[in-house]
């Protein structure tokens, strides 16, 4: 069923303020992400040079606040059940605010290690929790807009703290690079406190009213909000809940299936070896000046910065889809290209150039399609009684995903070289790139609730966004 939307004018009058600064808010727990992702590139040289870090140790300082958002996000789904998508969010903040200290403070690898698994926690807890409560939050008209900003948000944490990393390093103060972290972690820990409540969250506590009463200051008219109150109260007629549903309903599996899927896309496009280890990345082009590969990081946070508003002002216009299919498309050539420039003797001036030049264009690909569209999808697909389930089981492969990736790259530049190593990553790209044309959705337009009806009539997993 075609859905038909006035011009995006009318739809930006139509939304409240309130949502817009309510998304924006809870979007800053991206900002903290994409802080906590960056931080380490530009800390890491630093740190290793002072304790005499190996590469299989440096990998393990780097990949440890993935192990903290996988064990997370297994209890992720409890805590935004039991005590609500708000105070999750609460204890990301606080997670983030108390891992950043400790990893600022440390006096040997095991206390940074101590520090960044906590700080693993709150990214695990911020990336279950977010995606998910800004689906429930916004009307279906911007609901990919705003999720898309939670991505913009952790580029532009990852573009600041590429700057600051910069700023610190011709001092070598690390420590310093490290407590930067601390600063928008009290700041997203105060204004969460005056976040709204899920509306979906309380009318499956049996809080009719008080969702009603949310969803008055957020909708436009009254029709809207009767509309989404009846479409909720639709959807608490299944009673399959969580793990019984997934034993029991083969539809939610395919949507479980399909969000682990999306996450292992996401991660194995490479965007996560050029988050954590960019200065090895330059160091490996040709580039030996600590200085030159800090501000090479600096042009890579700006990159992702700006292309990610591609996918905030398209994704409700073009579609999910096609963005995904151009987004991996540029990934996929962009590291072909690069394993093939690193194929041979050391570059020249032009050659890294030319690098350099693939490698963002890497960056711009990912930032306007996998990485917004792929946490959108994860929270879009799963139905109302899964929605914990579902996306905690997308978002703990993320995390072990991106363990994996962190884990092995350094041994990977060891064992098959740069150039083999790269025509690994494009390859995964390509494969990804099958996996969008087969099974995923178009949901653009389309309320959560005809997705999951769509879903539990046993439609293709493609089509379920019709």
């Known amino acids: 069923m075609e859905h038909v939307f006035p ?81 999750a969010l609460l204890i990301a903040a606080g997670a983030f605010c108390v891992g950043a200290l400790i990893c600022a403070g440390a006096v040997n690898p095991d206390m940074l290690i101590l ?16 995606p998910l409560y800004l689906s429930e939050i916004t009307p279906k008209h911007i ?12 580029a532009l944490g990852i573009l600041i703290v590429f700057l600051t990393n910069t700023a610190f390093s011709y001092s070598g103060n690390w420590r310093g690079m490290l407590l930067v972290v601390a600063i928008p972690s009290l700041i997203f820990l105060f204004g969460a406190f005056f976040l709204p409540r899920s509306p979906r969250w309380l009318m499956m506590h049996g ?21 989404e109150i009846n479409e909720i109260k639709e959807q608490l007629q299944v009673k399959q809940q969580g793990w019984q549903l997934f034993k029991e309903n083969g539809n939610f599996r395919r949507t479980v ?27 490996e082009i040709g580039f030996t000046s600590t200085t030159d590969q800090m501000w090479g990081t600096v042009i890579v946070g ?94 703990f492969t993320c995390h072990i995903a991106g363990m994996l990736v962190s884990a092995s790259f350094l041994s ?10 790269f025509y690994l990553y494009a390859s995964l790209n390509a494969v990804a790139l099958l996996v969008i044309y087969l099974f995923v959705p178009e949901t653009k337009n389309i309320s959560l609730e005809q997705i999951e009806k769509n879903l539990m009539s046993g439609k293709k997993l493609r089509d379920i966004g019709q």
């Open 7 to 87: 011009s995006d004018t009318l739809l930006i009058k139509k939304t409240k303020p309130q949502v817009i600064w309510i998304c924006l808010l809870a979007a800053l727990a991206g900002l903290l992400f994409g802080l906590d992702i960056g931080v380490i590139s530009g800390a890491l040289p630093l740190i290793a040079r002072q304790y005499g870090l190996i590469d299989s140790q440096q990998e393990w300082v780097v990949s440890s606040m993935m192990i903290g958002a996988a064990a997370a996000t297994l209890c992720s789904g409890f805590l935004a059940y039991r005590l609500g998508r708000k105070y």
């Open 412 to 421: 990977l530049l060891n064992s098959l070289g740069s150039s083999n190593t």
């Open 302 to 395: 700006f990159a992702m910065t700006v292309a990610t508003f591609i996918a905030v002002g398209f994704v409700d216009k073009w579609g999910r889809k096609p963005m995904l299919y151009i987004g991996f498309i540029i990934m996929g050539l962009a590291m072909t290209a690069v394993g093939t420039l690193l194929d041979g003797e050391a570059l020249s001036v032009l050659g890294r150039g030319i690098t350099v030049t693939m490698l963002l264009l890497f960056i711009i690909g990912f930032s306007m399609s996998a990485g917004p569209l792929i946490w959108l999808l994860c929270s879009e697909i799963q139905p109302l009684k899964g929605r914990e389930f579902g996306i905690t089981c997308s978002t």
């Open 207 to 227: 809080r009719t009213e008080e969702a009603r009463n949310v969803l008055i200051k957020l909708r436009s008219n009254m029709a809207e909000v009767d509309e």
């Open 143 to 154: 609901r990919g807009a705003m999720i898309s900003t939670y991505q913009l948000m952790i």
């Open 115 to 130: 520090g960044r698994i906590i700080l693993g926690i709150g990214l695990g807890v911020a990336s279950y929790a977010t």
């Open 257 to 283: 299936s399909l969000g682990i899927f999306l996450q292992i896309m996401q991660q194995f496009s490479g965007v996560n070896v050029m988050m954590y280890y960019a200065p090895r990345i330059f160091h």
